[in-house]
């Protein structure tokens, strides 16, 4: 992922780019809702996978 910005801040902002609530998003990714909020609040770091995954929607 190419960004300057927080990780939390780049999921948050991705997020509602597209529209998702946290639970489209989580379901999105294969995640719990629990793990979106955590990544969000900076309390948790996503997986490898995850941000594969985010940089991918990131770029449609």
């Known amino acids: 992922m190419q960004t ?7 999921i948050k902002e991705l997020r509602f ?3 998702m ?3 489209q998003f989580a379901a999105e990714l294969g995640v719990t809702v ?3 909020r955590r ?3 900076n309390k948790a ?3 490898p996978l995850a ?6 929607l990131n770029n449609q």
């Not at 300057?4 to 780049?10: A, I, N, R, V």
């Open 51 to 56: 941000l594969k995954v985010m940089e991918s």
């Open 39 to 41: 990544w969000e609040n």
């Open 45 to 47: 770091t996503p997986s």
């Open 17 to 19: 780019r597209l529209g």
């Open 4 to 10: 300057t910005q927080p990780t939390s801040k780049f």
């Open 34 to 36: 629990a793990s979106v």
């Open 21 to 23: 609530t946290q639970e």
